[in-house]
């Protein structure tokens, strides 16, 4: 399958996006970047992390050790329903994150808001709360699709057990709600994943590469941003983790009649990069902050999910004022000027959605 034909078919297998929006979007980028001086057109997708509280704590979570069920000022129900009717205004999908959405009781009033907007809206969970009280209200309000992340699928735990029937229960109950399972590389039952996918009739399952931030692309990333932007380096959020061998025919169970996607899906010379000591960097446009708008908890818009510069806070001003607001102009004319990419976007999942890329040397820190 083609790469195009690949992300289209993993498109519509989630149904995120409308395909024909997707298209039109896709053909309107390269005149904004070009001549757009930083404004966008219409987002896709908000992509909301709307809780840090999780019932779990995985190692390659993207929310901080302190974050992960630390105090945070989430917002209220009142504040939530507001975000929705934004994101309608602006007709942007919405994507729920965490943390583990489903600990928010409120969750099902969220989707049925955004849903009776006509919106699709879609999460990801771990699955656990899924066959609760809570996991069926949500289910009768019909969220567009689910992206379930098995912690375990090992039968012989108490958390194995508790995502099979959960997923069973999904299967059973979804009501043309798409389920997908989502999991992160390297994943020791990938072969299990993707035979409980096919078992259940499931619509797909996506594996991930892990976000692998090395000393020497972070101090590349520093230089860069402030560099191109005249600021301080925020940070790139996600934490480091040191790099490993990897093989993609270790992995890579076969399909076994379920569709089967890697995001981003890394050519030999890429999946080396990726997985490298940094030395190389894979260098790409990047249209995310043309495309996606990002909320954390506390209702901060941010620039995306590893380069969280705050743009504004929907408490203070709606999506509608933040979206094309000079200072998220100029950051994403800065991103252009940096070439369509910083160093730290090399580790993204985002890429799979890139265009020309290629791996290059790791530029030099020089400030």
């Known amino acids: 399958m ?22 039109a979007r896709a053909l309107t980028l390269p005149f904004e970047h070009r001549w757009g ?15 840090n509280r999780c019932n779990l704590d995985c190692s390659f979570c993207f929310l901080q050790p302190d974050l992960l069920n630390g105090d945070t000022d989430e917002l209220s129900s009142e504040e939530a329903l507001a975000l929705v009717d934004s994101a309608a205004r602006l007709g942007a999908g919405l994507y729920l994150t965490g943390g583990e959405p489903l600990v928010r009781p409120d969750l099902p009033a969220i989707v049925t808001r955004a849903r009776a907007h006509g919106l699709r809206v879609g999460l990801n969970t771990n699955g656990l709360l899924l066959a609760s009280e809570r996991g069926r209200r949500l289910l009768d309000a019909r969220p567009s699709f689910l992206l379930v992340s098995p912690h375990s699928l090992d039968a012989g735990t108490p958390t194995g057990e508790s995502e099979r029937d959960a997923l069973a229960y ?32 499931l619509d797909g399952v996506t594996f991930q590469h892990p976000t692998l931030f090395s000393p020497r692309i972070r101090a590349a ?11 301080p380096d925020p940070g790139l959020t996600a934490p480091d983790a040191p790099p490993h061998g990897f093989e993609r025919s270790a992995w890579l169970p076969s399909s076994n009649g379920i569709p089967v996607w890697v995001k981003p899906d890394l050519s030999a010379a890429e999946l080396a990069t990726w997985y490298g000591d940094g030395a190389t960097t894979i260098a ?24 969280q510069r705050t743009l504004g806070n929907v408490r203070e001003r709606p999506l509608e004022a933040i979206w094309n607001a000079p200072d998220f102009r ?36 020089v400030t």
């Open 330 to 365: 100029r950051l994403r004319r800065a991103l252009d000027d940096a070439g369509g990419s910083f160093p730290g976007c090399a580790r993204c999942c985002k890429l799979y959605r890139a265009t020309s890329r290629r791996v290059i040397e790791t530029p030099e820190t």
């Open 2 to 23: 083609s790469t195009l034909r690949s992300k289209l078919a993993h498109l519509d297998a989630v149904g995120s996006v409308p395909r024909w929006r997707a298209v």
């Open 170 to 201: 999904v299967a059973r109950h979804r009501n043309g709600t798409r389920v997908l399972l989502n999991c992160v590389l390297p994943h020791a039952d990938a072969e299990a994943v993707v035979t409980l996918a096919r078992d259940l009739a």
């Open 221 to 231: 990333h520093a230089s860069a941003w402030t560099r191109h932007t005249g600021e």
């Open 284 to 307: 790409a446009r990047c249209h995310y902050p043309w495309t996606d708008l990002r909320v954390l908890a506390d209702g901060r818009v941010v620039f995306c999910q590893f380069i």
């Open 37 to 51: 001086r930083g404004r966008a057109g219409r987002p896709l997708a908000l992509t909301w992390e709307i809780t």
